[in-house]
Structure formats: C-alpha cells, structure tokens
C-alpha cells in the first residue's frame, strides 16, 4: 500500500494520521508555533515532534508495540498531550480515562481497555491499590513518585523523557493506516457501563477536517478548554494538526478571565460547550468586548438570539450537531438567525429522524437521529470490547445516537434533547432543552436544568432546577408569570428549586442524572400546593 490511498474518499495518510501529519508539519514549517500554554510557554512543529519521538521511545522501552491499548489516567496537561502524542507516533492506541474515575467505575475502565500498561499521574496511582487490576502489568509515574501498586511493574516518569531516540528503535512493522484504531473515548455510562467508541484517525478527519469544516484555516489558533480525556478537547486538537494552524491550551474555561486568555494567547477560535455562551453573554457590556482577536465561536447548544451575541462580541457565529461516535453530520451556516437551529446536513453525511421501529417521522416531527458517513472509517467502529452495544447502536445499517431531533421543510435540523431526558406529561412531548432555553432567558437565571420527575398519577411532572445569578434570588411564581407567554401551557414546571452551583461533567455540562436522583428535595417548591393551577387556554366558545 503506497502512501496514495486507493480509494478516493481516502486522502494520503500523510494528511490524516497523526505521525505523518506530524513529521510532514515539522518537515515544512518547523519553527511555527504549534501549541501555547497558559503559562506563555510554546511548542513549536518541530519541537513537538522530539517531544513525540522521545515519548515513543520510551514507550517502546517499555514493550509497547503498534495497535496496543495503553491507559493513560492523567489530568489534561503538557505531559498528557506528550504521552498521547508518543503512543501514536508508535501506531499504538491511546485510551485517556477521567481522573475523577475511581472505584468500580475505574475497575471497569481498566477492565475494558484490555490494556496492560497505565500511565497515571503520581497523585492519583493509590486509586489503582483499591480496585481489580484486570490484564494492567505496568504503571508509569509522571509528576512524581506515587506509592507502590500491588502487582503492578512500576517505573519513574522519567523512562518516557531519558530514553536514547533512534530512528531504528522508533521503526515500524507496517505503515500506519487512515482506519487504525488511534484511541478509545469512553462515552456517559448513565444508562449502563461507560462505553469505549473506537475511533480511527478517519473518523477523527472526517468529524473535524477541512471538508468538514472549511472555514478553519491554518492561520487559526484554536483555544481548547475542554478536557483532553473526552472528544471535545482531543477532536479540537486534531483539527489544528490536520491544518498545520494552531492550538491556545488552557486547563478549563472560565468566566472572569475568558476574554483576558482570548487576547493573551492571540485565540481566534474556540469552542463553547453548554452553559459557557450563556454565561459570557451574561457578563455586564464593555467597551472590551470587541477588543479582541477572536474571530469564530462555536456554540452547541446557541443563545437565544445569536446575531445579537455575534454584534456585541464582534465575531462569527457556528453551531454543529455531533457526538463522540459520528462525524460531524450537520454543521450551521455563519450566525445562524433561526432560533435553536444546529445547520444542515453536510455533504458526505446522511441523517434520518425516526420512530422507535426505525420508521420515517414526518417534517417537523420530533424522532431520532440516525447517521451515516460516505466516507469508509468516517465514524466510530464500534464499542471496544462491547459487541451486544456495538450491534444495538449500529443496527439496520445506521448508527443511533440515543437523541431526539426534528427537521422543518427547508432542511434546517434542531436538537430537542437526549432520548433519556425526554419528557411525557399530559400526552404531551416537552423537551428539556427547549424548556432550560426559556428559562435561561429570565434575567435572575444564571443557568437552568430541567427533568422528569414521577407524579401522583402514572406520567412524568417537570422539575426546574434554577441557578440565580449572583447576588439574585428567584420568584418561582414570577418565573412562572415570565414563562407563560413564552411556552405552552403543558411545559410550565410543577416543581421548582434554587441551587448556588449546578454539578458539573468535566465539560461544563450539568449532571442531570444526579438531579434526577435527587428528586423532589425538601427545599422543592410546588406551584399547585401554592394553589397555581396551569390549565389549557381555551379557543373558541
């Protein structure tokens, strides 16, 4: 097999694998600064490619050979992009876990990795002492020394830093394909076990590539706030590799200090996940909020009004419909003005809504989002080491993403919600999202959360769970009264409750399984035991 892949739809591996990719960079503008830290230090191509290099060979040290799962348990960090880097330069398979893991969560990870080597931060290596260690023979320390793991070989750090670099020891058996595996990224385990997708440096170039994505450019600085454990961070990455532009790393987003970031580290891009446009937009107007270099902003889920957010902070506006599994399927025009749109379908990319049977819903009627991609390896081959859920997400030849969509005549498509967070109440749908939209529009409403809650009778009831904005507090009854233009009857909440901080993932996202578990609290509020009563407007007499 030449570098020129036979099929088309293919491009060289050169322009998709991750160690092509990389020496090609080097090769062609070494000095051009590839990754700036918070700290103001940089990586240029070509220093990336030693630091990949050496971590390769000490990987190869340490028995790692092509296509083998390693385990990486760090914080998103320089070391953590050093060892991601190093794995795939040898062609083996990286696998970040959450650092919050622990426990049987944990012990399943491991269990599932099928991995026999883990790279942990020192700080975390006691949490590998509490749970069944599966085929893990291994473990590297990085940022100091942790405590000794029972059975497990253990090695400094520094074996991935001091190891001699040469080209013999850094050889491969065979090239490395656009359709290798290049990682396993665990997805929600809240309905059952957390599962591994499998995805190829294909399925990365297909989901964040430049016919995917035309308007990023080389020139671009991607700033990526979201975690390097999860697609949202790793996908940004690749999408500045596959560009030669480059990447503004910084640990997390933040609301202060966002704007101050974007100008220090000279950002042009960045991605805003959940709650963070909302709470940008929430911010007091400055003379600042245009002196800036950032020119593009993604945003899923959108603000209610977008061009209004694109006027005030002077930028373009895009949003996308996607998932760790697929590919990128539908993608926004610049500054979308219809409310809540997330694009249209992509070329290359197929999508159908349908019912519980896999049937067709009509236009404008809310199904699920089935996917397909064109282009061979363009989305996940499967759950690592799950067949029974590789077989029921992918059944009838399409991937099913679990979420509920709707399409309006002119192909415009919307996300409604996650199939799990839907809601039944008096025969009704309701989606919490749209619902959490509304709410969010209340000016003593910093961010919203909405789920089911079981009633007396056998349906759903709507529990609001409102975070106020600092120095606020809410009036359920007025958020009722500000609801009631806005939505229909049937979506107004029964049950109410304030709290100063939402749980949150490791991507800003608020952990409504928790909030569903924690049910009608006793600081919960009942707007029918206040004696409100929402019936349905009556038309005619």
Known sequence: MTSEQPDPRIPPRDQVVLRYLLERHAAEQPDRVFIRFANGEEWTYGEMLAIARKHAAGFRKLGVKQGDHVLAFLPSSAESIAVWYGLNYLGAVYIPANPAYKGNLLAHVIENSHASLVVVHAELVERFGQVKLSKLGQIVHLCGNGPEVNGLTAHDGSILTDTPVTDDALALEQPIEPWDTQGVWYTSGTTGPSKGALSSYMHSYSMFGPPTWPFLTSEDRYMINLPLYHMGGTGLFNSMLLRGGSIAFVERFRTGPFWQQVRDSESTVVFLLGAMAAFLEAQPESPQDTDHPMRLMFMVPVVEDVPAFARRFGVEVRSIYNMTEICTPIVSGPTPELPGTCGRLREGADVRLVDENDCEVPVGEVGEFLVRCDAPWGMNHGYNNMPEATAEAWRNGWFHTGDAGR????????????????????????S??????????????????????????????ILAILQPIEGKTIDFEGVIEFLKPRVAYFMIPRYFRSVAQFPLTPTEKIRKAELRNQGLTDDTWDREAAGIVIKAERIGS
């Open 432 to 461: 919490s999202l749209e619902l959490e939209i509304e709410l969010a529009a209340h000016p003593d409403v910093a961010a919203a959360a909405v789920v089911a809650t079981k009633s007396e009778f056998a349906e759903d009831e």
């Open 407 to 430: 399409v309006d005549e002119d192909g415009n498509y919307y996300f409604v919600d996650r199939i799990k967070d839907a809601i039944r109440r008096r025969g009704e749908f309701v």
